[in-house]
């Protein structure tokens, strides 16, 4: 990615993007990750959990993640799912990286793929301190 965007001080997070499967091999199983930093300074970032959705045609599927890494102490360590969250991991790059969903792509339809990360139903809840590289759709290991 030539450049990335810097959270410097916001209550709402709500980063999303799309692409078509027919720009996707088909019969191929897909995964949407963020791409990510933290400065050193960042805050407000694990908890509440961020909500992770990845929508292809009518069907979504959603998830809870924590961007900030797992503290282990907090209340919201559970998602409302009764699971604990997704949680990033470095790359070989230095980059964070945290999988938002996966689907299954057949191929050649113009079908959108939606993936999305919010934080957006506790306003007031002040972050800072993300650097977004971008939103990665690629074959998932």
């Known amino acids: ?3 990335c965007a810097e959270l410097l001080a916001v209550c709402w997070l709500d980063i999303s993007g799309t692409i078509t499967c027919r720009m996707l091999s088909g019969d ?3 995964a949407a990750y963020l791409v990510f930093k933290m400065t050193d300074d960042c805050y407000g970032l694990d908890s509440p959990l961020q909500q992770a959705s990845v929508s ?3 069907g979504t599927s959603t998830h809870s993640v924590c961007l900030q890494g797992y503290v282990g102490d907090e209340e919201n360590d559970i998602s409302e799912e009764g699971l604990p969250p997704r949680l990033p991991h470095e ?8 999988e938002l969903g996966d689907w299954y792509n057949h191929g ?3 079908i959108e793929v939606r993936a999305s ?3 957006t139903r506790f306003g007031g809840n002040w ?3 993300l650097i977004v590289q971008g939103l990665e759709f690629r074959p998932k290991n």
């Open 56 to 58: 292809v045609g009518e």
């Open 127 to 129: 972050k800072k301190g």
């Open 28 to 30: 191929t199983r897909y």
């Open 117 to 119: 990360v919010k934080e």
């Open 108 to 110: 050649g339809d113009d």
């Open 91 to 98: 790359r070989p790059d230095g980059w964070m990286e945290v």
């Open 1 to 3: 990615f030539p450049t």
